[in-house]
């Protein structure tokens, strides 16, 4: 953390503490690399280059002090304490973690099941409403990919036809309360393109056929939409 909170990187307060970590020469415990991953895989997408360099160096380190073959094995074991994280800083005071959570979502959620990202769709949905409407332009930047992102994964899993009526309707339930709460409310004007456009893909999968189970999935909903969008 300290690391990270200075810039300097050979002058400040973190100087003495880089040049001792700045490679992970001790043998750790797992259980303790197991603790490391969340934060360390969120340090990665530090927005600061020079931060950036030393918390990928260091993660290189961790990976390979781990009992797991690769990177991506070491990821997969601690997806779900990662996502809890990247969640948790999405509304850090600070804007580094802020951008760097979003960074992060947006790398972990490519190839990622829909059963390790439902549990957490809900928040991640609201707080990226929130974050598009960041005072810092690289951080709604950022918050925007991390929505496209997470948009491409709700479509899929709203799609019946692909995820099947438990998980379509499930998912509706849990997203449909947020675009018509926050998103279409929202003040940034990308949160409500990307809602109304989310909405209108959803409404569009079920509109192709009334009796498919797209479509019995969104009867439900239909008379919140329809107020909502007339």
């Given at each position: 953390a300290q690391i990270r909170q200075d810039i300097t990187?050979?002058?400040g307060i973190s100087a003495a503490i880089y040049a001792h970590y700045r490679a992970l020469t001790t043998p750790m415990a797992s259980d303790r690399i197991l603790a490391l991953v969340p934060a360390l895989y969120m340090a990665k997408y530090d927005p600061i280059a020079s931060i950036?360099?030393?918390?990928?160096?260091i993660w290189k380190d961790l990976v390979r002090q781990s009992a797991v073959a690769t990177e991506t094995d070491l990821v997969a074991?601690?997806?779900v304490a990662i996502f809890q994280y990247l969640a948790s800083q999405m509304l850090n005071p600070m804007w580094r973690e802020r951008?760097?959570?979003?960074l992060g979502?947006?790398?972990m959620m490519i190839n990622r099941s829909w059963t390790v990202i439902e549990p957490f769709v809900s928040d991640l949905l609201s707080k990226c409403f929130k974050l598009v409407d960041d005072l810092r332009e690289s951080t709604r930047k950022a918050a925007m990919r991390a929505l496209k992102g997470l948009i491409q994964h709700i479509l899929r899993a709203c799609?019946?036809?692909?995820s099947g009526m438990e998980v379509a309707g499930r998912t509706l339930d849990l997203v449909l309360p947020i675009l018509l709460q926050q998103g279409i409310l929202s003040p940034a004007i990308e949160a409500r393109g990307f809602c109304f456009g989310l909405l209108l893909k959803v409404i569009d999968q079920a509109a192709a056929d009334a009796t498919s189970v797209a479509g019995k999935a969104l009867e439900p909903w239909l008379d919140r939409l329809i107020d909502a969008l007339v």
């Open positions: 990187l050979g002058e950036r360099d030393i918390m990928v160096r074991g601690c997806q951008e760097a959570a979003a979502l947006e790398a799609d019946a036809h692909e």
